[in-house]
Structures are given as C-alpha cells and as structure tokens.
C-alpha cells in the first residue's frame, strides 16, 4: 500500500541529475528501489485497482516506466532518467498512440492526466470525422473540461489549422495533431502521504468519460483524410 513519498525521493531525485553516471547511480541504488521505484509502483497498483473497478470490461494494465533511457537516444545526456512515471492503459504494441492515463514524479513537480504521447493522424481524423457526425457529445465533454479547475488542455497544433468545426466551443479539437487533459503542479505536501492517492482517484474519476471517448475511436470507420 502506497503511503507516500519522502525526502529521500526528493533527494535521489535531485542526485540523478546532477550525477548522471553509472558510477553514483549503483552506489544509491539501494535508495532508488526503496524510495522512488517501490513507491511509484505501489501508488500505480492502487490506482489500476480502482480504475479496474471503474471499468473492468477494458482490460487494463498498469507500467512503471524503467529509470534506464534508450542507450541509442541519449543524444549526450546521462544514462538515467531523473523522473518516473506509471501508466494505467489497454494493452497495445503502439502504447504512444494509445490514450493512458499517467502519473510523472520529477525533482522539481508532478503531472498527472490523461491523453496521447504522441496520437496518429487516422484517429485525430476520426476524432473530427466523430465530432462532426455528433458535436453534441464532444461539446458536453468540453463543457465539462471548462468547467473545473484541475485540468487544462494541453495540445501540439497544426500550424495552419484546414479543419471547419461545427461550432466555436470546439474550434480547438479540429486544430490538435496530439493532446493530453494534464494536471502539472510543484512539490506539493500530498506527495508525502496517502492524501495524493484520494487526489488521483478524483481527477481519474473525472477524466475517465474522456477515455471512453478516445479509446473507442480506434473502431470507428476509417474517414477522409483531409
């Protein structure tokens, strides 16, 4: 049971980053297994537990990222990455196409939410080609997201938007080439104790009528991609 961060999260964090090396890294591995990784996966077991209540017919599971980067993208920066994230998502060979849902510890904030890493083109085309068969649903789900405070909209445009929508609250889904519904903040108290749990839950609560949304879109009819 997940019962909080601690200093020593803080602290390895912080390590990381200014000791990149393998060197340091084995020498306070210890302290990443007991303080960062145990934690991050015991908060991620609780969280997939309860969204297996929510929705247990989606089958899904949960991951926790790996501390280690891809030795072929490090692109001059150290071996190791200096935050952790889970995932509470569908099985799926492309995972970065895929909606999930996610929590991201960093040495200096957290975000959490829900969304793409990076959509394809084919289901921001049947997001549009959803949305202009039925704008109402997509306006309800919008009126929604304006009207709370705990998430914003956060999304990689077009340039040159060629997209109509059928009405102006929704103006900002026809210009999107990626999204995510994200909650970013500092260090907050709750992360040292269960309080972040009931925060999670709250904002996964919210977010999941967007999931059932976007993670259908996949069956929907292949549209013009225009």
């Known amino acids: 049971m997940f019962s909080g961060f601690s200093n020593e999260t803080v602290d390895f964090m912080w390590g990381i980053r200014f000791n990149n090396e393998r060197t340091w890294f084995e020498d306070h591995k210890e302290a990443y297994l007991t303080h960062f990784y145990q934690p991050m996966a015991a908060l991620g077991d609780e969280i997939h537990a309860f969204m297996q209540e929510l929705r247990p ?81 997509m306006a309800e789900l919008t009126r929604r997201l304006n009207g709370q405070t705990e998430f914003v909209l956060d999304a990689e445009n077009y340039k040159r938007p060629r997209f109509t929508p059928p009405e102006p609250l929704l103006e900002p889904w026809y210009r999107m080439k990626s999204f995510s519904i994200v909650h970013a903040d500092k260090l907050t108290e709750e992360l040292f104790s269960r309080d972040l749990v009931d925060r999670l839950k709250d904002g996964y609560r919210f977010l999941m009528p967007f999931y059932d949304y976007f993670v259908t879109l996949e069956g929907d009819p292949e549209p013009d991609m225009k």
């Not at 891809?70 to 998502?89: C, I, M, N, Q």
């Not at 849902?101 to 959509?119: H, K, N, S």
């Open 57 to 137: 017919d989606y089958g899904l599971i949960r991951k926790v990222t790996r501390i280690y980067r891809d030795a072929r993208r490090l692109h001059g920066r150290g071996p190791y990455k200096e935050s952790l994230w889970f995932t509470v998502e569908q099985p799926s060979e492309q995972w970065s196409a895929r909606p999930a849902f996610w929590f991201e510890l960093m040495p200096d904030g957290w975000t959490y939410g829900m969304g793409y890493y990076l959509a394809k083109a084919g289901t921001m085309a049947k997001l549009r080609a959803r949305i202009s068969r039925d704008p109402e649903a």
